[in-house]
């Protein structure tokens, strides 16, 4: 069972930015993948970005550049840093873990984007 809690969250004007965490608990973090995904109203959940245990990184298209997702195993946290944030980066973000064969779900966060 893994536990995980997020912060972060806010409004931001566009072209601001934002950092969110991710705290785990109940596993090995070191052995987690993690990932945040995000849900915009109407749309569907997409995958914004993720890091392996050997710290290879993946991003959306849409959030390539501007977005940065890293890991501090000592603490047991994953960040996403959003950088040049624009309005339809506006969604709730869902931090994601996977570990033997199961999926965890943090409870959300809301980030909006908006002047």
């Known amino acids: 069972q893994v536990q995980l809690v997020e912060s972060g969250g806010g409004l931001v004007q566009p072209g601001g930015s934002l950092r969110l965490s991710c705290t785990a608990s109940?596993?090995?973090?070191?052995?987690?993948?993690m990932a945040w995904y995000r849900r915009a109203p109407g749309k569907e959940r997409e995958l914004v970005a993720s890091?392996?245990?050997?710290?290879?990184?993946t991003y959306a298209v849409s959030v390539k550049g501007r977005f940065s997702i890293s890991r501090d195993n000592a603490k047991n946290t994953v960040y996403l840093q959003m950088n040049s944030l624009k309005p339809e980066d506006t969604a709730v973000y869902y931090c994601?873990?996977?570990?033997?064969?199961?999926?965890?779900w943090g409870q959300g966060t809301q980030v909006t984007v908006s002047s």
């Open positions: 890091v392996t245990t050997a710290d290879t990184t």
């Open positions: 109940g596993s090995i973090f070191s052995t987690i993948f």
């Open positions: 994601n873990a996977l570990t033997a064969g199961k999926a965890y």
